[in-house]
């Protein structure tokens, strides 16, 4: 098993930014795919961004240019810069990692962000 930790949530006022870390540890498969999601109050888990073990990375549309996702491989974990935040943001950002085939996956129990208007 995996197990992630996020760390760095917190209450922020628009326009502001914030730095989310996830650290894996335990059986961690390689190559993989670590990313945030996010679940805002009433609505579905939705992707943030995600990057591959070789650095590729993939963004929803209502973050980029303002999220920069990142990983270290050695540390095992991956980052998640948030800059020009809006209120919009707010939620519960839940890490995950898997692998390329998605036929295993883990979560991290969440860390909350808040956005003040």
């Known amino acids: 098993q995996v197990q992630l930790v996020e760390s760095g949530g917190g209450l922020v006022q628009a326009g502001g930014s914030l730095r989310l870390s996830c650290a894996a540890s335990?059986?961690?498969?390689?190559?993989?795919?670590m990313g945030w999601y996010r679940q805002a109050p009433g609505k579905k888990r939705e992707l943030v961004a995600t990057?591959?073990?070789?650095?590729?990375?993939n963004y929803a549309n209502s973050v980029k240019g303002r999220f920069t996702i990142s990983r270290d491989n050695v540390k095992n974990t991956v980052y998640l810069q948030m800059n020009s935040l809006k209120p919009e943001d707010t939620a519960v950002y839940y890490c995950?990692?898997?692998?390329?085939?998605?036929?295993?996956?883990?979560w991290g129990q969440g860390t909350q962000v808040n956005v003040s208007s």
């Open positions: 995950n990692t898997r692998t390329y085939s998605g036929n295993y996956s883990a």
């Open positions: 335990g059986n961690i498969f390689s190559p993989n795919v």
């Open positions: 990057i591959t073990s070789g650095g590729i990375t």
